[in-house]
């Protein structure tokens, strides 16, 4: 009886659990509809032609030009959108406790094996031809936020801190109800909107749990302007992987259903800062301890 439970459980016939048992059922109970799953009802070679130019400018200037950046409310058709939130609710494929408070699902926990995600990655290509001219889907993953925790908000809890990730483009997507945010104008991810200076700290220094007041501080001195994108269902944002960015802490309603969710594409490979040399990274002591003492910093050396 209880395998025949199993077999009645719809992400296991569309193969999600398929890494686990080695098989790939046909004739899925939730078959995806024909159709894109991407909206018909944007202007996506206007999109397109408009990050293409300005990602061009930035790269040549990136002193004076800011990076391209680009936000398309309404991205998935509904019947998509619908198929992608179930299995992110439904699916037993979130196998990563990230602290603090969210869980995390990659590729090869199963989101490969559903094949919704396939085809938006592929129609993301062709319907921006120029801003991913090239690049190949490079890694994905889901995250999936706490939102019982609020009153530890403030603390940082339930979000993702400053980090780079490692690919050229970066599209996050959003699949939680709106009605769920009880904050509207949270929840959201903020983007720092110029990159790191070359030489000074390795990627993995970047993206470091150590490194957070030091890029504050970074962001501070060097007057860095920052964008907030606001969440939102079916909203995604496109921008430059190699540029700093975190998600805002979260209150959303105490229920399943309603958990952050967010989906991120990447695209290509990095093309940010160069790594610095062994020795010579952002933390290294006879660098960088004095100015983050007169910054006010009290960095751990360990």
Not at 3 to 29: I, S, T
Not at 102 to 113: F, M, P, Q, R
Not at 247 to 275: D, H, M, P, V, W
């Amino acid at each position: 009886e209880s395998a025949m439970w199993l077999f009645n459980m719809w992400w296991l016939k569309r193969g999600v659990c398929a890494l686990a048992f080695e098989l790939r059922l046909e004739d899925p109970l939730c078959p995806l509809e024909i159709g894109s799953p991407l909206s018909n009802q944007l202007a996506w070679m206007s999109m397109d032609k408009n990050y293409q130019e300005q990602d061009a400018k930035h790269l040549r200037n990136h002193v004076v030009e800011p990076p391209a950046l680009m936000v398309i409310d309404n991205v998935l058709s509904s019947w998509a959108l619908g198929h992608l939130r179930n299995l992110a609710l439904e699916a037993p494929i979130w196998y990563e406790a990230k602290p603090p408070g969210y869980l995390g699902t990659y590729l090869s926990d199963g989101l490969a094996a559903d094949p919704l995600v396939e085809r938006i990655a592929t129609e993301l290509v062709q319907k921006m031809p120029r801003t991913l001219s090239g690049l190949r889907l490079s890694n994905l993953w889901a995250y999936k936020f706490d939102n019982r925790q609020t009153a530890n908000a403030s603390a940082g809890y339930s979000r993702v801190f400053w980090h780079i990730d490692s690919a050229a483009v970066n599209v996050n997507l959003w699949v939680t109800d709106d009605a769920c945010n009880l904050e509207p104008k949270s929840a959201g991810l903020e983007i720092a909107l110029k990159r790191p200076p070359d030489g000074q700290g390795t990627l993995a220094e970047w993206n470091s749990w150590e490194a957070t007041e030091f890029i504050e501080a970074w962001l501070s001195e060097s007057n860095v302007e920052r964008f907030i994108a606001h969440h939102k269902q079916n909203r995604a944002v496109v921008f430059d992987s190699g540029l700093l960015h975190r998600s805002q802490s979260n209150n959303f309603a105490s229920t399943y259903e309603c958990t952050r969710i967010n989906f991120t594409f990447l695209f290509g490979k990095y093309r940010g800062i160069r790594a610095s040399q062994a020795g010579q990274g952002m933390f290294n002591k006879a660098t960088f301890s004095k100015k983050w003492q007169d910054q006010g910093g009290d960095p751990d050396w360990g």
